[in-house]
């Protein structure tokens, strides 16, 4: 089984995270296709499709890192996958 783990950041949060998260595959799934989601509702190029663009990129490449390279590469279109 894939997992992810998540890193706390270095900007003091709003409540405190432990320093790793593993996540199941099944939870990632709920992610990616939450980012698809609300990507799909961004009109491009906005700071909400930025943001959301760049988390889907970041998790993409911590578990594919294949898929994370084409996707660093893109235009940013979303259609290179």
Partial sequence: ??????????????????????LSRDEVERLLEALDLGMAASDQRTGHWIAQRSAQTMLIAKLWPDLGVLLEDSDGDGDSL
């Fill in 1 to 22: 089984m894939k997992t992810l783990v998540l890193l706390r950041s270095v900007v003091e949060p709003f409540a405190h995270l432990p320093d790793e998260i593993t």
